[in-house]
């Protein structure tokens, strides 16, 4: 069995799950699972874990992302985005100051509050949101909390397309952020109607789409059998957590799962990747009805 977690730099036209489809046929195991969606449209970075690596996967999901975005001001969509058809139009008529845009994009930095897109696989009562929205039925879109940790205007980015204006931005977001709906509130900012006409994503956790490699590249390593070559350790899907070193005697206890003393210096409500000489063996957290123990969260037959 093949373990590791592979870069991919998944095509426009896929969806997240004809990806992992792809990559249980070129890795021929069952065992594969991908670290957070991206739409069909939408080309980037997906990490994709093999064997062992799909332990590692609700956490390396719960991590920042980085996205290269256009936003197309003057029309609104649908679907926020440049595949729906067409809600709201008014025309531009004058372009944007650099200096008014930046302005507006600092308003949408740290916590907000971000309503859910009907066009999205978010379930209420047990349905996806866009199955209301073909339907044509009414329905109560939940808020998350994001964060918005970056939020850049790309230098010359700001033009007139006939009746409307286009630019691009870089964003750095937590989990679950929108970017579509980012666009559609901050043309809501600028005072017109908008969506987001382009996107990919070019980070997510310590994964970045100029290491990523294609699906044609893996097809070409399978046949040379090389897919070795790109495998990412783990420990790189999981360069977000701290590191708490451990001594051949504790990394027996924790072959077996045990629940060890809480040690000095160890973080409540973090988890911590356990390791041994760089060997990553588990990860625990503190005990959430003690706190004096730790226990295994995850466990690693590597």
């Known amino acids: 069995m093949t373990d590791g ?20 046929r070129i890795f021929n195991t069952k065992k594969v699972g991908h670290t957070g969606t991206l ?50 139009t ?28 009907l066009y999205s696989a978010v379930k209420v009562n047990g ?6 929205a073909r339907q044509g039925m ?5 808020t998350r909390q994001i964060h918005v940790k970056e939020l850049t205007l790309a230098p010359g980015s700001i033009r007139i ?34 969506h987001m006409s382009h996107l990919i994503r070019t980070r997510s956790a310590a994964f970045t789409l ?14 040379q059998q090389a897919l070795h070559t790109i495998l990412h350790p783990l420990q790189t899907g999981l360069a977000h957590l701290p590191v708490w070193e451990v001594d051949e ?11 060890l003393k809480r040690p000095e210096g160890f973080l409540a409500d973090t988890p911590y990747r356990m390791e041994h000489n760089g060997e990553l063996l588990a990860i625990y957290q503190t005990h959430p009805n003690d706190q004096t123990v730790i226990k295994s969260l995850r466990g690693f037959n590597l």
Do not use: W
């Open 5 to 24: 977690i592979v870069n991919l730099d998944k095509p426009i036209g896929f969806t997240s799950h004809d990806c992992v489809m792809k990559l249980r």
């Open 39 to 88: 739409d069909p449209d939408v080309r980037g970075v997906l990490p994709i874990c093999i064997g062992e690596a799909t332990k590692v996967v609700p956490y390396l999901t719960d991590t920042d992302k980085t996205y290269q975005a256009e936003i197309t001001l003057g029309v609104s969509t649908t679907t926020e985005d440049q595949t729906g058809e067409v809600l709201e």
């Open 90 to 117: 008014q025309p531009v008529l004058k372009p944007f100051e650099e200096v008014e845009v930046r302005k507006v994009l600092r308003q949408f930095l740290g916590e907000t509050t971000q309503i859910t897109p």
């Open 127 to 132: 349905k996806k949101l866009y199955e209301y």
């Open 138 to 142: 009414p329905v109560e879109r939940p």
């Open 161 to 194: 397309e006939g009746d409307v204006a286009r630019f691009s931005f870089e964003a750095t977001v937590s989990k679950g952020t929108y970017i579509r709906t980012l666009c559609v509130d901050i043309g809501k900012a600028l005072g017109y109607p908008a």
């Open 210 to 223: 100029k290491e990523a490699v294609t699906l044609d590249e893996l097809e070409q390593l399978k046949e």
């Open 249 to 259: 005697k504790t990394k027996i206890k924790i072959g077996f799962g045990q629940k």
